[in-house]
C-alpha cells in the first residue's frame, strides 16, 4: 500500500511511512490475541475485561490509518480547510469508544463483587492432560504482554515526531493493554489460591484504565475540535510554534503591534496573525509575503498562515509588542 501523500519533509514521512507500518502490525497482533483471549477467558471477569479492551484497542490503530488517508486529499470547494480535520474526529470516535465501554465494564465489574460472584473456572483435555483452565489463562496473557510494550514505546516516539494526537493515543492504549494483561493474570491466579474477589478487582482496575483512557481521550479531542489553543502533541503544555511566530513577526521594523492565534487542524497548524503596523510604514505585498514565507518555514507543522493588517489588536488577544 502506497502512502499518503502529505506535506512532509522527509524525516516526518519516514516516520509516518513507520508508524503506518507498525500500525498495522498492531492490527495484525491484536486479531491473534482478541482470538487466543476469547478461547480461554472462561467465566473470569478480569479476562472478559482484558478482552473487550483488545478490541477496543483495535479503534486506534483503524482511526489512525483512516484519517491519514483523508488527510491527504486536496481541499475541495465544500471543504476549502482540506481534510486535516479528520485526525481530530478519529481521535474522538476512538475515545468516545474507550469511554462507554470503560463505564458500562465498572458498572458490570461492581456489581459483580458487590453480588460476591464466584466465577468458576474449570478443567480442559489438552494432549491427554487434564490441564486447570487458569494456566491457559495465564499463559495466554503473559504473551500478550511484550509487543504492546514495545509497539507502545515506538508509537510515542513516533506522535512526537509526527505531532499525531491519534498516535499519541493508541501509544498511551498499548500501555494500558499490558497492564491490563497484568491485572488479568493477577486476577485468575487469585482465583486458583481461593481469593475469589481477586478477578472482580481486577476486572474492576481494568474497567476503571479503560474508562480513564476514554476520559482523557476525549476531553483532548473535544478541545482540540472547539479551536482551544494549539498544544503539544500529549496535551502537556500549549506548542511553541505560536511563540516563535510572534518573535518572527514583532522584529519586522514595519511591525508596531502582533497577536497570533494557533489553530490545531490535526497534525498541521493555521496560523492566523493580527498585525498593527508601524505608522507611516505600511508593508508592501512582498513584505508581507516574505513574512508569512519566514514564519511558514519555522516548522512543517504550520501549513497554512494568513497575515491580517489591523489597527488594533482583538481585545481577546495577548499583546506581543516589537523588541
Known amino acids: 500500500m502506497n502512502p499518503p501523500q502529505l ?37 473470569s471477569q478480569a479476562m472478559k475485561a482484558a478482552w473487550i479492551e483488545d478490541l477496543l484497542s483495535l479503534a486506534p490503530p483503524l482511526a489512525f490509518l483512516l484519517a491519514v ?70 499463559v495466554a496473557m503473559a504473551l500478550t504482554i511484550p509487543l504492546p510494550i514495545y509497539f507502545g514505546r515506538v508509537k510515542m516516539q513516533l506522535a512526537e515526531q509526527l505531532h499525531n494526537k491519534v498516535l499519541y493515543a493508541d501509544a498511551d492504549m498499548n500501555k494500558a493493554d499490558w497492564m491490563t494483561a497484568v491485572g488479568s493474570i493477577v486476577g485468575v491466579a487469585g482465583i486458583g489460591i481461593g481469593l475469589w474477589w481477586a478477578d472482580a478487582v481486577a476486572a474492576t482496575l481494568i474497567a476503571t484504565s479503560i474508562l480513564w483512557d476514554g476520559v482523557k481521550n476525549t476531553r ?17 503544555s500549549p506548542h511553541p510554534d505560536a511563540a516563535l511566530v510572534d518573535e518572527v513577526l514583532a522584529h519586522l521594523p514595519w511591525v508596531a503591534q502582533v497577536a497570533t492565534r494557533v489553530r490545531d487542524q490535526g ?23 516574505e ?24 481585545a481577546q488577544l495577548a499583546v506581543t509588542s516589537p523588541v
Not at 508508524?19 to 498495522?24: K, N, T, Y
Not at 479528520?86 to 475515545?95: D, E, I, K, R, Y
Not at 483532548?220 to 502537556?236: G, N, P, S, V
Not at 519566514?294 to 482583538?314: G, N, R
Request: hydrophobic letters at 50%; one cysteine or more; aromatic letters at 10%.
Open 220 to 236: 483532548a479531542a473535544i478541545t482540540d475540535l472547539m479551536d482551544t489553543r494549539a498544544t503539544t502533541f500529549d496535551d502537556y
Open 69 to 138: 488517508r483523508l488527510m491527504a486529499k486536496p481541499p475541495t470547494e465544500k471543504y476549502p480547510y482540506g481534510f486535516f480535520r479528520s485526525v481530530g474526529v478519529a481521535h474522538l470516535v476512538a475515545g468516545v469508544a474507550l469511554f462507554a465501554m470503560g463505564a458500562f465494564l465498572l458498572v458490570e465489574s461492581v456489581i459483580g463483587l458487590a453480588r460476591g460472584d464466584r466465577p468458576p473456572i474449570g478443567s480442559v483435555e489438552l494432549f491427554g492432560q487434564t490441564v486447570w483452565l487458569g494456566w491457559l489463562m495465564m
Open 291 to 314: 513574512a508569512t514565507e519566514e514564519c511558514t518555514a519555522l516548522d512543517w507543522k504550520i501549513h497554512d498562515m494568513v497575515i491580517t493588517l489591523v489597527p488594533e489588536l482583538p
Open 7 to 43: 506535506p512532509l519533509p522527509e524525516a516526518q514521512a519516514h516516520a509516518l511511512k513507520r508508524a503506518i507500518r507498525i500500525e498495522w502490525a498492531t492490527i495484525a497482533f491484536l486479531a491473534v490475541a482478541i482470538t487466543m483471549v476469547y478461547l480461554v477467558m472462561g467465566n
Open 267 to 289: 497534525q498541521f497548524f493555521h496560523v492566523e496573525a493580527f498585525i498593527v503596523p508601524t505608522r507611516g510604514r505600511m508593508p508592501t505585498l512582498e513584505q508581507v509575503t
